[in-house]
């Protein structure tokens, strides 16, 4: 060839467009997502193959973890809560399973119960229907439908979120074995000695007519009428004290007529307020020393003064403690009326008593205060139930009676009757508002009462007993483990809530504290929808009947027939069994407290052999916080009660999920996510990452600008993906580099940063840190991979010859790059990762039936050390090259060379320079290594080599830009 046809001497428009030498990453797999259409496909996809029972098969015999479900109720669509809580199940199961755990996970639901109950009610009154009219077992079966409609509803919503479980056979509580099973627990917990019926003062909902308990209740800010009212004394040990006034302050004046007492503390002083009025008449009020100032700005005593209203007041000096007022007697304000307002009102000694604000006189009235029940029962008071479960008082009742609801403002409101009546009696010395915090229904918003009711019990401080109960095999089986015989549950609960793990760790403090210091356990609600309490309690004696036998007849009908067998004609009979007259018995009609069912999920779910895949007791309960006092302590409670430990050994909390401000979400406010709206709209791997980006064991936030960041992350790393999909086109397992020692220092660094990542990733699974793993996972392939790693090496793949060593090197590290990632990313991105999966392996089984991938050997803590310091130079090269880009002195990085001076003392390795311009992308790198310098100096000039017309790089052995250097020239020659 003459030099007049050698590619360096042609015409610059003749010269060769090289692109189709250029080994360019190929996929078919797309850049735009389309998340919400391909989604149902590999759902439809999974459900065929039955890959939760593929699962199962490859996981047989290993090591178990153990997930038990929390129950949602089964009564509306699901929110952004529910996609929370689920989605963090799944992830803490399919890590299990990665890790290669048999992992199964049993989904269910809390069917039973006032919010499936209010719902039916409401369609009723949108009917004008009345449910106290309809049959009780129609009204039940109307329940199971609704609730059973919702199961299916929400079961269709957490699959298409990709929740991966049993979802063919989910547990529900108001299956008939689910039942019988609670109904057995609750005569364990009967036949053991834990079970009482007594009068309490109990959270009464009067729009629900029940019991509620504490988990059932959430406090709102309201504003109540606040009063002081005057109960005149009548005897005294104190004779200045004779004629005098008593003022006790209430904010719920309903009480008022069901006064029967006035407490004061021992230690507090009191004093006289002097009134003297324009007609001549004077009054004493007895009021505590430091809470005067209110008393006289409440009633106004001042201004009135002032203004001639009353011609004085004055205080007199304190000359007794609250110890002195021993034996005095008030009579109610209301005493002419006879009766029950006509008895004594003593004066008696509470520890309640404080002078944090009101008068230092605490009116009581144990029907509607626990610690007047408490105070008055030492001294012989009683309870007189006369507030009704609809809120108004008895038909019989002397004042007011068969009026009502005591919930409502206005009834006790300034002009309502109670504060007219008291007005009029000359009792009523101030009313005005007062704003607090009072306790709600969760279900019907409405205010609750304290409300003394007989109710069923489950004793926290009674010893347990060591009754026996009849297996299924006819032997007699202990009820309780031999360990717990004599303890208190209290006692149990505490050191249990000791023993397990809870994280984040401060759960361990909030459910203690609420354990130690809760009341008895309240288990009767007066509802229909529910377990009903299997009791027969003798009508001469009072005590429940205690035999094993009945209670195997009574389980055994429930198995048959669900709930609706405890009222079947001829039951009564049957469970009492010959011998025994059913007219000696009450058979109990209330039924059992919803945390009671939900508390005894772990023994049906876990124990009952329903799912021989699952074990007892779980490794894992996995909430929201506020279940500290609702499942996890009623599961604690239960199982201590019946087991003697906790049903779990770790505990995991997660917090709220506020709007994008911070803001409770509220359909009132406009502010509520709609998770089923965000899956048509992005799919649902992007609330999935959402899940695992967030700080979950706090309260956190979601919303549009949020949502945006979380889907711009989610193209990040399916860009990731994509490359390496592209980049491994054609792959095959004869170009693998097995040896270490055969790669470039390069990428031995990038498989110790990938064993380092991986050690961070197991140690995050075993925290439940989420969101660190997730960070780890992402900022590895922002900052490691795309960033750094495969941007160097573009250009050997692109340009390098398919069989270069390097070349092959590099492939072979994107495979494992690729088996690990796309495992990694598994159990967030569950829809993504399969698509990428069978993208590659379009025959292949899922990719969720993988394990965790098995990296090399490749641990350096040393080359780790060096490869950072190379970095932070590539950094350095960075920032000193931008202002040559932007002022339009370079196009591209490959135009500059840098010069590098090292200081003498530079310990280190140092790669060559062409490895060096490689790894900064430039054209040439010149090496100084003795200068004195603190630090890496480097400068940046324009290169005067030329550019090579396939590899771009500018390189001295082009003699004209759009020749070929001596690589590229051996590549397509």
């Known amino acids: 060839m003459s030099d007049e046809q050698t590619p360096a001497k042609r015409d610059a428009s003749e010269k060769r467009d090289w692109r189709d030498t250029v080994f360019l990453p190929k996929t078919a797999f797309p850049m735009k997502a389309g998340l919400p259409q391909k989604e149902p496909a590999i759902l439809a996809r999974w459900k065929e193959a039955d890959l939760y029972g593929q699962l199962r098969a490859a996981r047989e015999g290993r090591e178990k973890f153990i997930l038990h479900d929390g129950p949602p109720y089964a009564n509306g669509d699901i929110h952004i809560g529910h996609v929370l809580n689920k989605t963090l199940k799944d992830l803490v199961v399919r890590t299990q399973t990665l890790l290669g755990k048999d992992a199964p996970y049993v989904p269910g639901w809390d069917c039973h119960g006032l919010p499936i109950e209010w719902k039916v009610e409401e369609q009723y009154r949108k009917k004008k229907r009345n449910k106290d009219e309809v049959p009780p077992a129609e009204f039940r079966a109307e329940c199971r439908a609704y609730a059973q409609h919702w199961v299916d ?57 029940t019991a509620l308990a504490e988990a059932e209740i959430e406090y709102e800010d309201v504003t109540s009428t606040q009063i002081d009212v005057a109960f005149e004394i009548v005897e005294s040990p104190l004779q ?17 007529p069901v006064n029967q007492a006035i407490a004061f503390g021992e230690d507090i002083a009191y ?9 001549g008449t004077k009054q004493r009020y007895l009021i505590a020393e430091d809470l005067v100032p209110a008393f006289l700005t409440r009633t106004h005593l001042m201004e009135r003064a002032s203004s001639g209203e009353i011609e004085r007041f004055d205080v007199s000096a304190p000359d007794f403690k609250g110890s002195d007022l021993a034996g005095t007697i008030a009579r109610h304000p209301m005493h002419h009326l006879g009766g029950f307002f006509a008895k004594p009102r003593p004066l008696i000694a509470a520890p309640h008593v404080t002078t944090d604000a009101g008068t230092g006189l605490v009116h009581m009235a144990p029907d509607h205060g626990e610690e007047d029940f408490e105070a008055c029962k030492a001294v012989g008071i009683d309870p007189v139930f006369a507030v009704e479960g609809d809120g108004k008082y008895r038909e019989d009742w002397l004042w007011l009676g068969g009026q009502g609801s005591v919930i409502n403002p206005r009834f006790n409101g300034p002009e309502g009757p109670i504060c007219s009546d008291l007005r009029e009696a000359g009792a009523l010395l101030s009313a005005g508002d007062f704003s607090h915090s009072y306790p709600h229904s969760w279900r019907s918003k409405a205010r609750v009462i304290y409300r003394c009711t007989p109710q069923w019990f489950v004793a926290m401080d009674r010893p347990i007993g060591a009754s026996t109960s009849l297996g299924t095999n006819g032997e007699e089986n202990p009820l309780v483990p031999s360990e717990v015989e004599g303890r208190t549950l209290r006692s149990i609960a505490l050191s249990e809530i000791e023993r397990v793990r809870f994280v984040p760790d401060k759960g361990r403090n909030r459910i203690g504290s609420m354990v130690e210091g809760r009341p008895d356990w309240v288990l009767s609600r007066q509802r229909a929808w529910g377990v009903p309490i299997t009791l027969f309690v003798d009508r001469k004696t009072g005590k429940y009947l205690v035999d094993p036998e009945v209670n195997a007849r009574i389980v055994a009908a429930v198995r048959e027939k669900g709930v609706d067998a405890w009222t079947e004609e001829g039951a009564v009979q049957h469970f009492l069994g010959e011998g025994r007259n059913p007219d000696d018995y009450e058979q109990v009609t209330d039924i059992l407290d919803v945390w009671f069912d939900s508390g005894c999920t772990h023994v049906f779910t876990l124990e009952s052999g329903h799912w021989p895949e699952q074990r007892w007791p779980a ?39 506020m709007d994008s401000k911070g803001m409770k979400m509220s359909k009132s406010l406009g502010n509520t996510v709609n998770p089923l709206d965000l899956m ?51 792959y095959e397992e004869a170009e693998r580099v097995t040896d270490l020692a055969e790669m470039p220092e390069l990428e031995r660094y990038m498989l110790a940063l990938l064993s380092k990542l991986d050690e961070e990733l197991k140690a995050a699974v075993a925290v439940y840190d989420f969101n660190g793993y997730a960070r780890a996972l992402t900022d590895f392939c922002n900052n490691d991979l795309s960033a750094f790693y495969f941007d160097i090496r573009k250009d050997c793949l692109y340009c390098d010859a398919a069989d270069d060593p390097k070349r092959r090197a590099y492939r ?97 390795p140092m790669l060559a320079a062409d490895e060096l311009a490689e790894l900064f992308i430039v054209s040439e790198v010149l090496l100084d290594t003795g200068t004195v310098v603190e630090g890496p100096a480097v400068v940046a000039h324009r290169t005067d080599y030329q550019k090579c017309g396939r590899c771009w790089r500018h390189l001295p052995e082009v003699e004209e830009d759009g020749d070929l250097c001596n690589r590229c020239g051996e590549v397509v020659a």
């Open 619 to 657: 490794d894992l309960y996995l909430e929201g916080s506020d279940q500290h006092r609702g499942w996890f302590q009623s599961s604690l409670l239960e199982s201590c009660a019946t087991r003697g430990r906790a049903p779990y050994d770790t505990v995991l909390t997660h917090g709220f999920t």
């Open 153 to 209: 509803v929400q079961r269709e919503q957490f699959q298409r979120l990709g929740i991966l479980g049993q979802w063919d056979k989910p547990y529900l509580t108001m299956a008939f074995s689910a039942e019988a099973t609670i109904v057995g627990e609750l005569c364990k917990v009967a036949e053991s000695g834990q079970l009482y019926r007594g009068a309490k003062p109990v959270m009464w909902s009067p729009v629900e007519k």
């Open 812 to 908: 072979s590290l994107l495979d494992t790059l690729f088996h690990a990632l796309v495992r990694w990313f598994a159990p967030i991105l569950v829809f993504t990762t399969e698509e990428v999966w069978a993208t590659r392996y379009p025959d292949a089984p899922s990719v969720h039936l993988s394990e965790w991938p098995e990296l090399p050997d490749a641990a350096d803590a040393r080359l780790l050390e060096i490869w950072t310091s190379y970095r932070a130079l590539r950094e350095q090269v960075t920032a000193e090259i931008e202002p040559m880009r932007r002022e339009k002195v370079i196009g591209s990085s490959l135009e500059a060379k840098v010069a590098i001076g090292l200081p003498d003392t530079a310990d280190r």
């Open 240 to 256: 200045s004290l004779v004629g005098a006034h008593a003022v006790v302050w209430t904010t719920t004046p309903w009480t008022i």
């Open 680 to 730: 048509k709209e992005t799919g649902a791997d992007i609330l999935r990452l959402w899940v695992a980006s967030v700080d979950f064991t706090e309260d956190h936030r979601i919303g549009k600008e949020i949502l945006a960041g979380v889907s711009d992350s989610y193209r990040k790393i399916r860009n990731t993906f994509r490359y390496l999909l592209g980049a491994l086109e054609g």
């Open 271 to 279: 004093l006289l307020v002097h009134v003297s009025q324009q007609d």
